[in-house]
């Protein structure tokens, strides 16, 4: 989680919503990203998306079940999707996500056999969250 932290404070500090991601394998990092939905311009962009594709590419396939997933904020929808067809074998997520736009709001189901963990490390990733839209909101009323 602490690398998937790393990550989001990169995003934090490229005014991308902070959120981070890694995936390992056998307890070794193989793909690490960051939101960059602002800098690609591409909605798609989520930490959770990217880290997906790094990990089917390091191993030239689209399972990847003996992997795990950090990530600070739980996932969207779109990633859980995403999660779910990868049949990813356990995801570890840092802070829920309280905008009811998390997953687990929505009624979407991981795969069956993937194993989920919440509320690692959930103090450090919800302030991070907290502080960047606390900032985006002092600049928004600042600029009207």
Excluded at 32 to 57: F, G, P
């Amino acid at each position: 989680m602490k690398i998937a932290l790393k990550e989001a404070f990169i995003a934090f500090h490229k005014n991308e919503i902070p959120i981070g991601a890694a995936i390992t394998y056998q307890n070794m990092v193989i793909a690490k990203a960051h939101n960059l939905t602002e800098t690609l311009c591409d909605i798609t962009a989520h930490a959770e998306m990217l880290v997906i594709h790094l990990a089917s590419n390091y191993f030239k396939k689209k399972y990847i079940q003996k992997c795990t997933l950090y990530v600070t904020l739980e996932p969207c929808v779109m990633c859980a999707g995403a999660l779910f067809w990868s049949q990813i074998g356990r995801v570890v997520c840092g802070a829920s996500n309280p905008s009811e736009r998390g997953f687990l709001c929505s009624g979407i189901k991981l795969h069956p056999k993937t194993e989920f963990v919440s509320g690692i490390m959930e103090n450090q990733c919800k302030s991070l969250i907290q502080k960047f839209f606390c900032k985006k909101r002092i600049y928004k009323s600042k600029k009207i």
